[in-house]
């Protein structure tokens, strides 16, 4: 059974840093892409950024571009997402998300990820 669990969620300062962890569990990762995604109250949940596991790829949302950052440990079968320059608009519950990687999607929607960790809620403070 795969499990997913966020953690590092907490209150900053706009301009702020935090990191975001989440440790996946029940199977081998290496066939899998590792999403995050967020939602704020309110909207949507929304797309934030990807990795492959086995080879690294990332894509990123527009939105978070040169600000955030995903990883991985293979060791540790965890995956971070390093969020600098944080802003207010920022402020939602992120979520980890696991998806066998076929290579034929983009991996950007909800719908493509069958797993899904409970989410930690990020707030930024102005």
């Known amino acids: 059974q795969v499990q997913l669990v966020e953690s590092g969620g907490g209150l900053v300062q706009a301009g702020g840093s935090l990191r975001l962890s989440c440790v996946a569990s029940?199977?081998?990762?290496?066939?899998?892409?590792m999403g995050w995604f967020r939602q704020a109250p309110g909207k949507e949940r929304e797309f934030v950024t990807r990795?492959?596991?086995?080879?690294?790829?990332?894509y990123y949302a527009d939105s978070v571009k040169d600000r955030f950052t995903i990883s991985r440990d293979n060791a540790k079968n965890m995956v971070y997402l390093q969020m600098n320059s944080l802003q207010v608009e920022d402020t939602a519950v992120y979520y980890c998300?696991?998806?066998?990687?076929?290579?034929?999607?983009?991996?950007?929607?909800?719908?493509?990820?069958?797993?899904w960790g409970q989410g930690t809620q990020v707030t930024v403070s102005s």
């Open positions: 029940g199977r081998t990762f290496s066939n899998y892409v």
């Open positions: 998300a696991a998806s066998y990687y076929s290579g034929r999607a983009n991996y950007t929607h909800q719908y493509e990820y069958d797993y």
């Open positions: 990795m492959t596991w086995n080879h690294g790829i990332t």
